[in-house]
């Protein structure tokens, strides 16, 4: 669960170490892109820790789904259980 935490911090710091990257490579040689490789490296790790994201949403959001349904379910049986007692009904017997 913790993993899931720090991917989506990854998600958000990851763009933002790129661009520091991105203007020293700038300022320091400009001649030189070396800071594509950075960027390569950082980017297939994004993608990875988005999927991971990704799939703990659905995980997360399946879970809800079939618990709501559950409880759903189970008041609906318990309402549809219950009997009045004996005696009380309003239909007449003959």
């Known amino acids: 669960m913790f993993k899931v935490f720090s991917d989506i911090k990854f998600l958000f710091t990851a763009p933002l170490i ?22 390569l490296g950082m980017g297939i790790a994004w993608v990875v820790c988005l999927l991971r994201v990704i799939r703990a949403v659905i995980v997360v959001g399946g879970l809800a789904a079939l618990g709501t349904w559950l409880w ?16 009380t009904d309003s239909v007449e017997q003959a």
């Open 18 to 39: 790129l661009g520091m990257l991105f203007v020293i490579n700038l300022v320091t040689s400009p001649g030189d892109w070396w800071v594509q490789w950075a960027a």
């Open 72 to 87: 759903k379910r189970e008041s609906a049986g318990r309402n549809a259980g219950t009997t009045p007692p004996r005696g």
